[in-house]
């Protein structure tokens, strides 16, 4: 047989996640990361890994790719494009290729339903630019992935509760979708067992939710008293830029595809199964 190696541009919480899991059935794992920190961390989970950015190229990226069954990039463009296609396009050859963009594509809709034929319309500059990265990789035949917003383990509500980050803020009818770590393995593994060359896949779970509900939820889980509600225009004092660009869009994302194509059935459908996983382990 075989041996199936998965090269992976980007190894960070979502990616590192399938790594491991890959590892665990016999996979060989090779990737990049961006700090020589994070290198030496995931070298010590077995994964073969290299500094890369596009200020620093891979050495050999023809005898790093050689053998490799199954590529996938999660690096985000910068300012001049997509930095894995501009310095190792040329190179990039697999049985099955993989890229990792957002629901941010889509841009606003009011709270309407996007699916993945719908036209494209960011409303951010770095949304725009991975409408125009997603492009370029289904040029190349990639499986693209739309994320919606990630949680899981070490990255969730629960967290900000605990350390007191939370916030409730109120603006009324707007709501995010959101997708548990796991589920994006899962769908990245089904793609990968049924292969079709440029499908687009919208991930997400089955409930879009206002992140003041979840945030409720979260309270109510932990036995903790919910931070006091703030009205969206006082909060949106305090928020960095890149936050404003999150509450600029408001939208629910169709994940049917996933469902009928790929034949994924969700480990966690909503935020409550999803964050009451999650606080098992520590109850």
Partial sequence: MTQLRLFCFGIGYTAQRLATGLLAE???VAGTAR???SVEILKKLGIDAVPFDRNRPLDDPGTLFKGVTHVLSSVPPDDLGDPVLDVCGD???ADWIGYLSTTGVYGNRDGG???EG?????TSMRARRRAEAESRWLDLGAHTFR???IYGPGRNVLEDVRTGQAKRIDKPGHVFSRIHVDDIGQIIRASMADPNPGRIYNVCDDEAASPMEVVSYGCELLGLSPPPVQGFT???RHMTPMARTFWNDNKRVDNARIKKELGVELFYP???EGLAAILKPVQ
Wanted: proline share 4%; charged share 30%.
């Fill in 26 to 28: 016999g996979w060989q």
């Fill in 113 to 115: 339903m996007v699916n």
């Fill in 147 to 149: 994320l919606a917003g």
């Fill in 270 to 272: 909503s935020y409550r």
């Fill in 91 to 93: 190179a990039l050859k």
């Fill in 234 to 236: 006082e909060a949106e």
């Fill in 35 to 37: 700090e020589d920190d």
């Fill in 118 to 122: 719908d036209v494209l319309a960011p």
